[in-house]
């Protein structure tokens, strides 16, 4: 048995890698439908990178992926897709049908990078390293679905199974899952599996979801000069009193349990030196692996909120009460899919098997997955393979080393949890 190791809430165990699934993968390596498939992604491997290079020169910022999401519905196409449309909220989608279409399975790549339009988003070239923000998050998944549906194309495999090849829209920041949501929402199509491609190497394995929650407060006033207007309400001191009462008690409830974590992340208002600001804003994120140990704190948040407000209100000595609107802008919901399920057992092997026995890594993580952990239908999300740094800034680089790999575990995996017969 392989041992491999399991984080979550800040702990390590011990888990193993059942026999059988060791066996299922060295067993389906060795068909000679999969040889010539893992020869063919190796064989359109500069193709693949010209994809990623490609798609990662059209800036996408959340809430702006329609130009990507075009040539992305093309390129599947072309790759031989049975059918590619476009949703409601903009995730491309793209068939490939399965001998029965008993249930559909989704394998994700999201569309949207965290980077503003008029960021130099051009790929450049030194020695073996490709540098662009966006190449590896999540340009670089893009380029791997792309290529899973042209091996999968050229060499006529079907699994039982439909499979949604997706990109899909508002995976980061304030997007909060937009795409997922719309997905995964009531009355949808019925989800079996979900498996995204989003982040490291083939032995990080995401398969618990950090759930957050994300506000913007704005305590709100009638404004005025510093001198004639002083006494009414002042909304930056609304908003220094609620922080002031929230982190002393946000402190001493996340210091134990699971890892669980707040950041005042912005502020803003006000308009010169000599006026009373007539708002006050903040963003402000929660996160937590525990969905329990989340509303605790959101609560505590909330309070504290109005005791800022009531603090201010209390000393104004003309002019109307503060007010103070709270917005939620973001919810992203936690939870997990257990390491003895068939889809992580599957997985892990997998990746034991295509690294030479490197020991996989279960972590939890904030991705496309945390909707369908959150609803209890089995998901993964899986690394990208190659070497990839920065991702987020404008350094981010990736390296081609071995990246065929990752193209290759993710069709193990499609085949295994598709029922390919082979």
């Known amino acids: 048995m392989i041992l491999v190791l399991f984080l979550l809430s800040n702990h390590i165990y011990s888990q193993v890698i059942q026999p059988k699934y060791r066996n299922d993968v060295k067993e389906l390596i ?7 498939a893992f020869d063919h992604i190796k064989s359109i491997d500069a193709i693949t990178i010209q994809d990623m290079i490609t798609l990662t020169e059209i800036p996408t910022p959340t809430f702006h992926e329609t130009e990507k999401g075009v040539a992305y519905a093309e390129l599947l196409r072309k790759a031989g897709a049975d059918k590619v449309w476009e949703d409601e909220v903009g995730n491309v989608i793209a068939l490939r049908k399965g001998t029965k279409s008993n249930k559909t399975i989704i394998v994700d790549a999201h569309l949207d990078t965290v980077f503003p339009f008029g960021t130099d988003v051009k790929v450049k070239q030194r020695g073996d390293t490709l540098f662009a923000p966006g190449i590896t998050d999540a340009n670089r998944a893009l380029a791997i679905v792309i290529a899973l549906v042209k091996t999968m194309s050229s060499q006529n495999m079907r699994t039982e199974s439909d499979i949604w090849f997706t990109g899909t829209v508002g995976e980061e920041g304030l997007g909060d899952l937009k795409g997922m949501k719309h997905l995964f929402r009531e009355g949808g199509q019925p989800i079996a599996s979900f498996i995204a491609i989003d982040g490291g190497g083939l032995e990080d394995i995401v398969n618990g979801g950090i759930g957050s929650v994300r506000y913007r407060v704005t305590f709100k006033g009638p404004g005025g000069h510093s001198y004639g207007a002083f006494g009414i309400g002042n909304p930056h001191n609304a908003l220094a009193q609620a922080i002031a009462s929230f982190v002393p008690k946000a402190d001493e409830f996340t210091k134990t ?7 005042t992340s912005v502020l803003g208002g006000g308009t010169s030196v000599n006026s009373i600001p007539f708002e006050s804003w903040m963003l402000v994120d929660m996160r937590s692996e525990s969905q329990e140990k989340l509303k605790g704190l959101n609560q505590i948040f ?15 000595r003309k002019g109307k009460l503060l007010t103070v609107d709270i917005e939620k802008v973001g919810d992203r919901p936690s939870g997990f899919t257990s390491s003895e399920s068939t889809l992580i057992q599957q997985v892990m092997a ?3 098997n295509l690294t030479g026995g490197k020991k996989p890594e279960l972590s939890s993580s904030s991705t496309n997955s945390n909707i369908p952990f ?10 990208r393979g190659g070497i990839g740094h920065g991702a987020h800034s404008l350094d981010e680089y990736f390296i081609n080393k071995d990246g065929h790999l990752a193209i290759q575990q993710a069709l193990l995996l499609i085949l295994m949890q598709g029922g390919w017969e082979g």
Not at 374 to 383: D, E, L, M, R
């Open 350 to 352: 997998i990746a034991d």
């Open 257 to 263: 349990g699971p890892k669980t974590t707040y950041s």
């Open 374 to 383: 959150s609803k209890g239908i089995p998901a993964v999300t899986i690394g």
């Open 302 to 316: 909330l309070e504290s909120i109005q005791i800022g407000l009531e603090k201010e209100n209390k000393i104004i």
């Open 30 to 36: 060795k068909k000679p439908a999969v040889v010539k």
